[in-house]
């Protein structure tokens, strides 16, 4: 009340002789509404509107005069409108705004904006864009495009790209605001992250002529689009184009063609990016070193991804968590976990605190790599240390304990984790599922199964995949059928995984015919659902079980047709059966040398290499003829260019 006092006496003896009860009154109620817990939008909408007590006090409004077209009170209904937004209080704000119309009051269009972005905040996208048309049918208040601008962000803010584009052309397109930079920026956003690439680059070239000039932000937001479509040189030239207009890049943009070249495997034209970058008066800064030593990751160079880590510190630029997890994580893919542990050691002697992203990572790939006993290590230390795992860290537990064999130890894991307040996720089930199926326990697979729905985690396709495979596995091709059934019922297609699971169990009870049947309409399905090699082998090995080589030779033949290369399993099986089942039996040197030719014919190089390597490997020389066939595939000028830029970028990268 102090405050109150005070500050009502100095507003009465400089501005205006008002009442100090009026003051009070308007002071107490601001604080009051600026107290207001932030509600859901959900409950908000929900109330009941009609309830009679109103938001404002009544007693803030008397003896208001006007002074022109200025109310007294009308920054007081603003300062309401600021709180009531701020709170996504919209029921509250309903109230300001009638009580502004009944009064004939002037809407600004400041006020609007504030609620626009209330809306945003509480997802309601809908109500925004409503808002902005009864703007001026109902209050008068005729919109600019910083109302429009404010309005189009939300929708995109929220990822509504082709309403973001559908609101755009119902406005702009009557007239109803003039747009700006800004404006033209965020369509433009929306349009890449739509794929429409060429109308964004089309509205991008009209923009001078709308008096609109493209910014940095135009300029970045259209290379990010045209790399995730891998259109990288078309975005390189843009980096010339905006210098030439005035525009000069930052650090972000050449940030962004970076991790395009990065990500396409091209190191050698991002490093000399980052040369071209400093030439230019921009420092590389962590997202520059962070993008840098993801792409050489990525291309298996971990070495050369510590030295630039080591540079990165001379540098005066500190590597962060998603340094040394890109590190970490190459390690791991590299099979070097053993290595990702003593760096681990390192970070935390000098004093850096692992997140769950390290021993996620760690603790996935030491079980992968058989080094059961380092794993367990590693989440002793986890307890010890008094670090609380998380859901992911849990879950790469459970799931390395269930691929070294212990499944019980991973379901025991899983109710600490319960217990925790963490909530087992799909992943975590399909791991123990797959562990009591790798150990030949199908019943407790199935109780899994069983409780995953009980507990109402999604049932994925990768779930119905695992339990297909499981019980294939099992030779119960009843139940699997079962599952299959149930899986096509609910509307899941099913993926390579579970035709080839079904397959195997087909062609394991001996009904071969019945697995090329399901083969037959693989190839009918999307990308990802058609036959691997593992399918064909399966198949292979039916066929030539059965006696029937020169099928099992057709459908080589259609694999290798469909680009579908053979590995050392199909070389065995083919193999075996030519030395079993045929008589006299043959050693199939010749078999492997026509194999060979074959793959050089459709320009499989790659392939045909490795299976002369096999062929040298089992004793197996190939013939003159083969040999000669295989040099003049390798031996073509384009490929030895390739192979010499491919040894230079490893020496210089």
């Given at each position: 009340?102090?405050?109150?006092d005070?500050?009502s006496?100095?507003?009465?003896?400089?501005?205006?002789?008002?009442?100090?009860?009026?003051?009070?009154?308007?002071?107490?109620?601001?604080?009051?509404?600026?107290?207001?817990?932030?509600?859901?939008?959900?409950?908000?909408e929900?109330?009941?509107?009609s309830?009679?007590?109103?938001?404002?006090?009544?007693?803030?409004?008397?003896?208001?005069?006007?002074?022109?077209?200025?109310?007294?009170?009308?920054?007081?209904?603003?300062?309401?409108?600021?709180?009531?937004?701020?709170?996504c209080?919209?029921?509250?704000?309903?109230?300001?705004?009638?009580?502004?119309?009944?009064?004939?009051?002037?809407?600004?269009?400041?006020?609007?904006?504030?609620?626009?972005?209330?809306?945003?905040?509480?997802?309601?996208i809908?109500?925004?864009?409503?808002?902005?048309?009864?703007?001026?049918?109902?209050?008068?208040?005729?919109?600019?495009?910083?109302?429009?601008?404010?309005?189009?962000?939300?929708?995109?803010?929220?990822?509504?790209?082709?309403?973001?584009?559908?609101?755009?052309?119902d406005?702009?397109?009557?007239?109803?605001?003039?747009?700006?930079?800004?404006?033209?920026?965020?369509?433009?956003?929306?349009?890449?992250?739509?794929?429409?690439?060429?109308?964004?680059?089309?509205?991008?070239?009209?923009?001078?002529?709308?008096?609109?000039?493209?910014?940095?932000?135009?300029?970045?937001?259209?290379?990010d689009?045209?790399?995730?479509?891998?259109?990288?040189?078309?975005?390189?030239?843009?980096?010339?184009?905006?210098?030439?207009?005035?525009?000069?890049?930052?650090?972000?943009?050449?940030?962004?063609?970076?991790?395009?070249?990065?990500?396409?495997?091209?190191?050698?034209?991002a490093?000399?990016?980052?040369?071209?970058?400093?030439?230019?008066?921009?420092?590389?800064?962590?997202?520059?070193?962070?993008?840098?030593?993801?792409?050489?990751?990525?291309?298996?160079?971990?070495?050369?991804?510590?030295?630039?880590?080591e540079?990165?510190?001379?540098?005066?630029?500190?590597?962060?968590?998603?340094?040394?997890?890109?590190?970490?994580?190459?390690?791991v893919?590299?099979?070097?976990?053993?290595?990702?542990?003593?760096?681990?050691?390192?970070?935390?002697?000098?004093?850096?605190?692992?997140?769950?992203?390290?021993?996620?990572?760690?603790?996935?790939g030491?079980?992968?790599?058989?080094?059961?006993?380092?794993a367990?290590?590693?989440?002793?230390?986890?307890?010890?240390?008094?670090?609380?795992p998380?859901?992911?860290?849990?879950?790469?537990?459970?799931?390395?304990?269930?691929?070294?064999?212990?499944?019980?130890?991973?379901?025991?894991?899983?109710?600490?984790?319960?217990?925790?307040?963490?909530?087992?996720?799909?992943?975590?089930?399909?791991?123990?599922m797959?562990?009591?199926?790798?150990?030949?326990?199908?019943?407790?697979?199935?109780?899994?199964?069983?409780?995953?729905?009980?507990?109402?985690?999604?049932?994925n396709?990768?779930?119905?995949?695992?339990?297909?495979?499981?019980?294939?596995?099992?030779?119960?091709?009843?139940?699997?059928?079962?599952?299959?059934?149930?899986?096509?019922?609910?509307?899941?297609?099913?993926?390579?995984?579970?035709?080839?699971s079904?397959?195997?169990?087909?062609?394991?009870?001996?009904?071969?015919?019945?697995?090329?049947?399901?083969?037959?309409?693989?190839?009918?399905?999307?990308?990802?659902?058609?036959?691997?090699?593992?399918?064909?082998?399966?198949?292979?090995?039916?066929?030539?079980?059965?006696?029937?080589?020169?099928?099992?030779?057709?459908?080589?033949?259609?694999?290798?047709?469909?680009?579908?290369?053979p590995?050392?399993?199909?070389?065995?099986?083919?193999?075996?059966?030519?030395?079993?089942?045929?008589?006299?039996?043959?050693?199939?040197?010749?078999?492997?040398?026509?194999?060979?030719?074959?793959?050089c014919?459709?320009?499989?190089?790659?392939?045909?290499?490795?299976?002369?390597?096999?062929?040298?490997?089992?004793?197996?020389?190939p013939?003159?003829?083969?040999?000669?066939?295989?040099?003049?595939?390798?031996?073509?000028?384009?490929?030895?260019?390739?192979?010499?830029?491919?040894?230079?970028?490893?020496?210089?990268?």
């Open positions: 009340m102090p405050v109150c005070s500050a006496k100095k507003l009465s003896s400089e501005f205006f002789p008002i009442s100090l009860k009026f003051i009070n009154f308007s002071l107490r109620c601001l604080h009051s509404i600026s107290s207001i817990s932030p509600q859901k939008a959900s409950e908000t929900e109330e009941n509107v309830d009679p007590e109103s938001p404002i006090s009544e007693e803030i409004f008397k003896g208001s005069p006007k002074l022109g077209s200025y109310k007294m009170g009308d920054a007081t209904f603003y300062s309401l409108i600021e709180s009531c937004a701020n709170s209080d919209f029921r509250s704000l309903e109230k300001i705004f009638s009580r502004m119309k009944r009064e004939r009051r002037v809407f600004k269009e400041k006020s609007f904006i504030l609620v626009f972005k209330a809306y945003g905040k509480a997802g309601l809908e109500k925004a864009v409503t808002s902005f048309h009864r703007m001026e049918d109902e209050f008068g208040c005729r919109p600019t495009v910083r109302s429009f601008n404010s309005v189009l962000n939300v929708i995109v803010r929220s990822g509504q790209f082709s309403w973001a584009l559908e609101f755009y052309s406005v702009v397109g009557i007239n109803k605001v003039v747009p700006n930079v800004l404006t033209f920026n965020l369509i433009i956003n929306a349009m890449c992250n739509l794929g429409f690439l060429d109308r964004a680059i089309q509205l991008f070239r009209e923009m001078p002529t709308k008096k609109c000039p493209p910014d940095l932000f135009t300029y970045c937001t259209l290379m689009g045209l790399c995730k479509q891998d259109r990288i040189d078309e975005a390189v030239s843009l980096l010339d184009e905006m210098q030439v207009d005035g525009c000069f890049p930052s650090s972000v943009t050449f940030n962004v063609l970076i991790n395009g070249l990065c990500k396409k495997g091209d190191m050698d034209r490093v000399k990016m980052v040369n071209n970058m400093v030439f230019k008066g921009c420092v590389p800064n962590e997202v520059t070193y962070n993008t840098l030593i993801h792409g050489l990751c990525l291309k298996g160079k971990l070495d050369k991804a510590v030295s630039l880590c540079q990165m510190v001379l540098n005066k630029c500190h590597p962060n968590d998603v340094t040394y997890g890109t590190i970490i994580d190459g390690l893919k590299q099979g070097r976990a053993v290595e990702g542990v003593r760096l681990l050691t390192s970070l935390e002697e000098r004093g850096h605190q692992p997140n769950e992203y390290f021993y996620s990572s760690l603790l996935s030491l079980f992968k790599e058989g080094l059961s006993e380092e367990l290590k590693i989440w002793k230390d986890i307890i010890e240390k008094g670090f609380k998380n859901s992911v860290v849990y879950s790469a537990f459970i799931d390395g304990l269930c691929r070294d064999g212990k499944p019980d130890n991973a379901e025991d894991i899983m109710s600490a984790m319960i217990s925790a307040g963490l909530t087992p996720n799909t992943f975590t089930y399909c791991s123990l797959k562990g009591y199926f790798r150990i030949g326990n199908g019943h407790k697979a199935l109780l899994v199964w069983k409780e995953m729905a009980s507990k109402d985690c999604i049932q396709v990768v779930c119905y995949s695992i339990l297909i495979h499981g019980l294939c596995g099992e030779g119960k091709l009843r139940k699997a059928l079962m599952v299959w059934m149930h899986m096509l019922g609910r509307g899941y297609r099913p993926d390579a995984i579970a035709y080839t079904l397959i195997h169990g087909f062609c394991k009870a001996g009904l071969v015919e019945r697995g090329l049947k399901i083969y037959n309409e693989m190839l009918c399905q999307e990308v990802v659902s058609q036959p691997d090699v593992i399918t064909y082998n399966i198949l292979f090995n039916g066929l030539c079980d059965q006696n029937s080589i020169s099928r099992a030779i057709d459908l080589l033949n259609h694999m290798l047709d469909r680009g579908c290369d590995d050392e399993c199909t070389c065995d099986i083919f193999l075996k059966a030519l030395r079993e089942k045929l008589n006299p039996p043959r050693d199939g040197q010749e078999f492997l040398d026509e194999l060979v030719v074959r793959l014919k459709r320009q499989r190089g790659l392939a045909a290499s490795k299976i002369v390597e096999l062929m040298l490997l089992k004793c197996m020389p013939k003159g003829s083969t040999w000669e066939v295989v040099l003049q595939n390798c031996c073509r000028r384009k490929k030895i260019i390739a192979a010499i830029q491919a040894c230079q970028n490893s020496i210089f990268c």
